[in-house]
């Protein structure tokens, strides 16, 4: 692609690009709030101007391919990037519209946007489908950027309507880290969409000096951890990051990570049936937690086809619930979303497009 993205510019670095300063907050506008599809839509620019803007950026680094529409409400976007590579993105409906007697609305829909942030992913967990393609490249903040935009736009979202953001598709966040910074910084910008960073959450497999380095920066997000074993035998196993990157490092970065006083660091935990689903596997995850003001998302393992794990019961889930919070562990099953569309953790990935779609 020979035009640049132009929302991987921040709102500073757009002003410092087109003069006068004013100009730049009108497109930013254009952007965020009316969700423009081309630079000729802003009239409100001098022709010169738009046509300057159209000849050195592209407002569309992403296309829309498919939409699958789950049960739940969830909507899962396929998207083509200019290369050809395709990421998925999810938009979950986490509160339907609720309404007072007389037909006034009294509280609207609550949407979590779940983004992506490489074309594949490194890590190579084995209960995870979206490794299974391998890694292919970063996204730039604007392409990850984009991934919201067009969701808001194509659901009638308006600019000034809050959603929460999760980096929990394709690809580790940290290992794309600077492009992932900036997007959340983006997205935070209050002429842009103002969504804050305390509701931003970025998943890791646990890259602790990528961790370290995210604590740096006090961009004031929320942390997750993806853990799903509490020993290194067994996460070396599901996670051959572990090798690099163990247990014990993520506690310590965990430790040292600046948490928001009314925030806890979350740990999601994957369980899989006869593999880490037993009341010892609570036990030492109650032990290793200790001293952190942690909470723990469990998560039903989503089959898919081809692989070797199962989904537990849903009477282990709750048995191994129920032991972590009797003992005072904030402790939450994630209810999976999207499963019919293989929208839910873990099943994003990459598609080709002849043939697949």
């Known amino acids: 692609m020979n035009k640049k993205i132009i929302q991987d510019l921040t709102k500073e670095e757009l002003a410092e690009k087109i003069k006068p300063a004013f100009r730049s907050k009108q497109i930013y506008d254009w952007i965020y709030h009316k969700y423009a599809t081309s630079f000729e839509e802003m009239k409100n620019l001098p022709k010169a101007m738009r046509e300057e803007l159209d000849a050195e950026y592209t407002l569309a680094p992403l296309k829309t391919v498919t939409v699958q529409d789950s049960m739940d409400g969830s909507r899962k976007y396929l998207f083509e990037l200019h290369d050809g590579h395709t990421v998925e993105a999810v938009l979950l409906l986490m509160r339907d519209k609720e309404y007072h007697e007389d037909g006034s609305v009294k509280h609207q829909e609550r949407y979590t946007v779940c983004i992506s942030s490489q074309v594949g992913c490194k890590v190579g967990c084995a209960f995870c489908l979206t490794a299974k393609g391998g890694f292919m ?64 959450t970025i998943s890791t497999s646990g890259l602790s000096s990528k961790i370290e380095k995210l604590g740096k920066m006090e961009l004031g997000i929320n942390l997750a951890i993806s853990l799903h074993a509490v020993d290194d035998e067994l ?70 086809g081809g692989t070797e794990f199962k989904r537990p019961s849903e009477a282990d889930m709750k048995k191994f619930q129920e032991y972590l919070t009797k003992r005072g562990l904030h402790c939450t099953i994630r209810e999976s979303k999207g499963l019919d569309i293989s929208a839910a953790c873990g099943q994003l990935r990459e598609q080709e497009l002849e043939g697949e779609i």
């Open 235 to 304: 996460r070396q196993q599901l996670m051959p990051i572990n090798k690099a990157y163990n247990i014990e490092s993520i506690i310590t970065a965990v430790k040292n990570f600046p948490v928001n006083d009314r925030k806890r660091v979350m740990f999601e935990y994957l369980v899989i049936k006869d593999v880490n689903d037993d009341i010892s596997a609570a036990k030492k995850l109650l032990s290793l937690l200790d001293g952190i003001k942690a909470k723990v998302n469990l998560i039903y393992f989503n089959p898919y």
């Open 137 to 200: 490249r970063n996204l730039t903040a604007g392409e990850i950027v984009e991934q919201l935009r067009m969701i808001k736009k194509d659901n009638d979202i308006a600019a000034n309507r809050r959603v929460n953001i999760v980096f929990m598709g394709m690809g580790e966040p940290l290992d794309n880290l600077e492009a992932v910074a900036k997007s959340v910084k983006i997205f935070a910008e209050e002429e842009g969409m103002a969504i804050a960073p305390h509701r931003q």
